[in-house]
């Protein structure tokens, strides 16, 4: 089967074309079934971010507008790279059928244009001229990011599901954005596209630790891959923690590497932290995160807290903001991990799975790791290339949910996910 995911959730505008392999044996012994195999046919990402540094944060309707403008051209690049308009689909016999006569695109694309021209008309502006919408691809699935994210973004997205769903009559499934991050962290993306592989093996039950820019979840995955949120912010999300504490330290957007840059040098030449940052929430006895406090304290250390000269270990006013950097990084590495322990203990997990676009922060993945070799069990970071939002992620979730084969029960009585 092939799958193209659709990401649009928030400024990055991604596809992604996989196949995934049926399995033709039958399945004698139930409780032991096939992994899930995939290849990655292409992947293209186009990052809005640097638009959006000039507000400091993603501005929505910017954020759909470059959606809107980007996703035909993103379409064709991406068809043309992976050469899919020449991969036979042997179920048409018919050639006519791999086409849409003009007068077929001239329909479906008047009642599309009903349907979104007031809706989208930046989307509906890029259809007319693409004719190579006519040339029907050999893809049996469209995989959307459905929410959570931004709502004009989102919806960029799912009407250019819809679109392509009425053009090529393909069925559409809509994905979680959180659960693309979860599965986006088991995939093996440092094979060469169009390798064959297997998702990586999740002993069950897990506990996932999502932190990306719109979100904080601890999630308990049982068997089947059924999900229930363990707890989550009450407030800002940690990745939003670090772009408004990167704002306020002069730091250009997204914040969350330049902070954790700024941060490891502090480290690195040891320079003294000026305040001691609060660890929030840390004895709340529950699974719940709270990261809105923490910047304010940052910002308060900017105005009140003794000046550089003051402080011993500070030898510039660079060197107060890398020492604030390195405390609030190290306050949220406190925080999180100490989260991630208890949704451990009290899941009884046999494995960590770290996922988001915080998720490429280096001091948090040495903690996680060093918690999980503490534990004795293994955790799935991404890599760095799929840590961030994309659409891989979003058409292996759909691979996962509608594979029969997605759990697989061990001798030992463990189940694990693949
Ligand atoms: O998952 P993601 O790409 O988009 C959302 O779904 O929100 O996450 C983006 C967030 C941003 O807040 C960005 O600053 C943060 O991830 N981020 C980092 C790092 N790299 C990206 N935060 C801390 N350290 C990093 N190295
Ligand atoms: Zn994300």
Redesign the pocket.
């Given at each position: 089967m092939i799958i193209l995911g659709i990401e649009t959730?928030?400024?990055?505008t991604a596809l992604a074309l996989i196949e995934t392999q049926e399995t033709t044996q039958k399945n004698s012994r139930p409780e032991k079934v096939a992994p899930l195999k995939y290849r990655i046919i292409g992947s293209l990402v186009h990052s809005q971010a640097e638009l959006h540094s000039a507000y400091g944060g993603v501005f929505p309707t910017l954020a759909k507008r470059e959606h809107s403008k980007n996703l035909i051209p993103l379409l064709h690049k991406l068809l043309n790279e992976s050469e899919l308009n020449d991969i036979v689909d042997t179920n048409i016999k018919n050639p006519q059928q791999k086409t849409l006569s003009d007068k077929d695109f001239e329909t479906k694309l008047s009642e599309l244009t009903k349907l979104f021209a007031e809706k989208n008309p930046d989307l509906m502006a890029t259809i007319g001229d693409a004719h190579f919408l006519k040339k029907i691809p050999k893809i049996d699935m469209i995989a959307v990011t459905e929410g959570p994210?931004l709502e004009p973004a989102l919806w960029v997205g799912i009407n250019f599901a819809h679109i392509l769903s009425k053009f090529w009559n393909i069925p559409i499934v809509p994905i979680n954005?959180m659960e693309g991050?979860i599965v986006g962290s088991l995939l093996q993306s440092d094979k060469p596209y169009g390798t064959w592989q297997e998702l990586k093996e999740l002993p069950l039950p897990a506990v996932a630790l999502l932190?990306?820019?719109?979100?904080t979840e601890l999630v308990n995955i049982e068997s089947g891959f059924k999900y229930s949120i363990l707890g989550q912010t009450k407030d800002d999300?940690?990745?939003?923690a670090?772009?408004k504490v990167?704002r306020l330290l002069e730091l250009p957007?997204?914040?969350?590497?330049?902070?954790?840059?700024l941060a490891y040098e502090a480290r690195e030449k040891n320079i003294a932290t000026p305040v001691k940052l609060p660890r929030p929430m840390i004895n709340s006895g529950d699974c719940n995160f709270s990261f809105s406090g923490l910047k304010t304290a940052v910002l308060y250390a900017l105005k009140k807290a003794p000046t550089y000269d003051k402080v011993p270990g500070l030898v510039t006013p660079d060197d107060f903001k890398a020492g604030l950097a390195r405390e609030f990084?190290d306050s949220?590495a406190e925080t999180l991990d100490s989260k991630l322990r208890r949704a451990i203990d009290e899941q009884s997990a046999k494995a960590i799975i770290v996922?988001?676009?915080?998720?490429?922060?280096?001091?948090?993945r040495e903690r996680f790791s060093k918690t999980a070799t503490e534990y004795g069990i293994p955790i799935f970071l991404p890599d760095h290339h799929v840590?961030?939002?994309n659409a891989l992620m979003i058409a292996l979730a759909a691979a996962v949910n509608n594979s029969p084969h997605t759990v697989n029960i061990h001798a030992n009585g463990t189940k694990s996910l693949v």
């Open positions: 959730s928030c400024d990055e994210g954005h991050h932190i990306s820019g719109g979100h999300a940690v990745g939003e670090f772009d990167a957007y997204p914040g969350g590497p330049h902070v954790s840059r990084e949220v996922g988001g676009g915080v998720s490429a922060n280096r001091l948090l840590s961030g939002d």
